[in-house]
């Protein structure tokens, strides 16, 4: 599958899996561990960014805890009207990209966000637009966090929603090694997520 068909399946992603359905959820023990990793490594005045941020919940979350600089990048349009119902002050106060991460992270400067995070969203690039992972390292100016499914080894996995879309696994460790990024060890706690396969990692930059 090319990887314009991919962005528009996701654009057009209704049902399981679509904005409603995760605003229906709320925010979650995933949602816990991305702000637990930000509370101790960052400030709540730093700059997040959420990569495929659908209707807000993890934004949302961590609007509770304290963080009022957020950013959400989103494919598919209908996430925006559900955010205005179920998150109405993160929708008035946030910065949203209504785009393919693809189309949006080139235009930023180097190290804009303090923090860049991302919860199943980097497993839906294609691999023809693997550049983007390059994209994300110089865009954060500090943390950087993968919660997906990963692979075994090195290699591309591909596995498939619905026998239909295309989820592309990867080793994001392998994926961000870069001489900017250095892992940080977590907590058990900052580990514990709800989806089954989802591995948690955190990087920071080399000048923090």
């Known amino acids: 599958m090319k990887s314009d068909e991919v962005r528009r399946q996701w654009a057009e992603r209704s ?3 679509s904005p409603g359905y995760y605003a229906y959820y709320g925010p979650d023990e995933t949602s816990e561990s991305v702000r637990s990793i930000l ?3 960052l400030d709540s005045d730093a700059s997040v960014l ?4 659908s209707s807000g919940r993890h934004l949302a979350h961590l609007r509770d805890g304290g963080y009022e600089d957020l950013a959400g990048i989103e494919v598919n349009a209908d996430a925006f009207d559900v955010m205005e119902e179920t998150y109405p002050e993160l929708a ?3 910065t949203f990209y209504h785009d393919a991460i693809e189309a949006v992270v080139e235009e930023f400067p180097d190290d804009h966000f303090d923090a860049v995070y991302s919860v199943e969203t980097l497993q839906h690039i294609h691999p023809s637009s ?7 390292i110089r865009i954060t100016g500090d943390l ?3 919660i997906e499914n990963e692979g075994d080894g090195s290699e591309t996995t591909v596995n498939y929603v619905d026998d239909d ?3 592309y696994y990867r080793d994001w460790s392998e994926e961000f090694a870069d001489e900017d990024l250095t892992e940080i060890e977590l907590t058990a706690e900052e580990q514990s997520v709800v989806h089954e396969g989802d591995t948690v990692r955190a990087f920071r930059t080399s000048t923090q």
């Open 15 to 17: 049902g399981e899996y």
């Open 39 to 41: 509370d101790r490594t």
């Open 50 to 53: 959420e990569l495929g941020c």
């Open 92 to 94: 008035e106060t946030g």
């Open 130 to 136: 693997s550049w983007v992972f390059s994209e994300l």
């Open 144 to 146: 950087l966090i993968s």
């Open 165 to 167: 879309v295309p989820l």
